[in-house]
């Protein structure tokens, strides 16, 4: 069996680490906020580009500290594409502002630029943008449209660790907001998220709000959160972040494999000059795909789907969006996500091509 995903296969690598950090971190007698949250944030704001990094308590937080430090005006609107993972869109609801959902292009499955500026109006605040599957948005678009309307641009960065739109990284066009859930390109071993900026008092502010609205122990300016990033994760991603590149680099290979081997029966993901895409997701579509999935589950190769329902179409939403979305089913109605793992073999994509090719639809 090639699974889509196993974790205790993808860590194998980092466990001798692993425990003689975990020893240490045990003797410190230190769990919360301490040096190892502090090495990790400078060192992944460093592998960013970025200036500042605060850790968070996961990516979903990540998002709602984000948008809660801008201090909107009640009742303000936030353009999110419409085909994300459903966190990007409870990060806006949470914080009480609204959705606006935006179409994405059918060939990048990221938003379509030329969409968003028929949404705009005078309770726009902002451009939550997703670099979904490991490709960064249209920046080039998107960041011309944000300055012409004075809008932020807040970036779900979860799936794009290192991802790049001509040489600049991922979270770096606006605010840039990560999730290290386990099965991320950086994943902890547990819940961890971070948020990535340029800017100093935003920084402050973030610091502020992650840990009760507080600088000052027992002084709380801020209606803040309890969200820290924990030391013990802190410390696993710091191991891990030192391999990230490798880890990046393996899978554009696997992914370059499917490209070439894969055939024309499968709508590949597009390759674009000027994107350095991360493969957090190799996904094909096809019109047939439930008994494509059924199909690879019964010779050997395990497939997930991102995502089998769409954000319009969830029960919470019921109430807050409305409107038909129709690239985004059709998405979410074909697309499958291929095993493209660490621990994945060159050997496994061949066969997975293989079994691939070999379906007769
Ligand atoms: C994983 C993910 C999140 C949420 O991250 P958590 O750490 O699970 O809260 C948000 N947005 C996208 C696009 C994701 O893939």
């Given amino acids: 069996m090639i699974e889509y995903e196993n974790l205790r296969k993808s860590n194998e690598v980092f466990a001798k680490e692993f425990q003689k ?31 500042y990094c605060i850790g968070v308590a ?3 937080d990540a998002l709602i500290l984000a948008i809660d430090a801008f201090k909107f005006p009640k009742g303000s609107e936030i353009i999110v594409p419409s085909n994300t993972y459903i966190a990007t869109i409870m990060a806006i609801v949470k914080n009480g502002f609204i959705p606006i959902l935006v179409e994405p292009d059918i060939k ?42 004075n809008l932020k641009i807040i970036e779900d960065s979860a799936q794009a660790h290192g991802a790049k739109f001509c040489g600049k990284m991922a979270g770096t066009f606006g605010v840039g907001c990560f999730s290290f859930y386990p099965t991320k390109n950086l994943g902890a071993l547990g819940d961890a998220g971070a948020i990535i900026c340029d800017d100093f008092d935003f ?33 696993f991603l710091s191991i891990k972040l030192g391999m990230l590149n490798k880890i990046t680099e393996h899978k554009r290979e696997l992914a370059n494999l499917y490209l070439s081997n894969l055939n024309d029966n499968f709508i590949k993901p597009i390759v674009q000059d000027d994107y350095y895409d991360v493969y957090h997701i190799f996904n094909i579509r096809h019109q047939d795909r439930d008994n494509l999935k059924e199909y690879l589950l019964q010779n050997g190769v395990g497939t997930e789907i991102h995502y089998p329902v769409s954000p319009i179409n969830q029960k919470f939403m019921s109430t807050i969006g409305n409107g038909s979305y129709p690239i985004s089913e059709e998405i979410h109605n074909t697309t499958l996500s291929l095993p493209i793992s660490y621990f994945h073999k060159i050997e496994d994509i061949y066969k997975v091509c293989e079994v691939m090719n070999s379906w007769k639809a």
Avoid: P
């Fill in 21 to 51: 950090n975990f020893e240490e971190f045990l003797d410190s007698g230190w769990y919360i906020l301490g040096q190892n949250v502090s090495e990790f944030e400078e060192k992944f704001a460093d592998f960013c580009n970025a200036k």
């Fill in 58 to 60: 996961s990516g979903l």
């Fill in 108 to 149: 990048t499955y990221n938003i379509d630029a030329a969409k968003i500026e028929e949404k705009i109006n005078k309770k726009t605040v902002a451009i939550l943008v997703v670099h979904l599957y490991g490709k960064v948005c249209d920046m080039k678009s998107i960041t011309t449209i944000a300055k012409n309307h």
């Fill in 203 to 235: 920084s402050k502010k973030i610091r502020s709000l992650r840990n009760y609205g507080s600088s000052k122990k027992y002084y709380n300016d801020d209606l803040g959160y309890n969200s820290r990033l924990d030391e013990i994760q802190a410390g």
